[in-house]
């Protein structure tokens, strides 16, 4: 009796030890937060070039009205 208590004992503690999720499992949650930072580079890339255009657009402006001024 000792022997099959101590035998379902060790069994559950062994199945309920391996709460590690799988390889496979973490590669996909790798690769999806990979995809998702990725896109969000590409988000904030579009919007640097977007301020990089309208800074250039504001520079000419400022130059033109500085050269209207003179």
């Given at each position: 009796m000792k022997k099959l208590l101590l035998t379902a004992t060790l069994s559950l503690l062994f199945l309920?030890?391996?709460m590690n999720p799988s390889k496979e499992?973490?590669?996909?949650n790798l690769e999806t937060?990979?995809?998702q930072a990725?896109?969000?580079?590409?988000e904030l890339?579009?919007?640097v070039?977007?301020?990089?255009?309208l800074n250039e657009v504001l520079k000419t402006r400022v130059i033109q009205?500085?050269?209207r001024e003179n």
């Open positions: 309920a030890c391996n499992a973490r590669i996909q937060e990979m995809q990725t896109e969000r580079i590409s890339e579009d919007r070039q977007t301020l990089e255009d009205l500085e050269n």
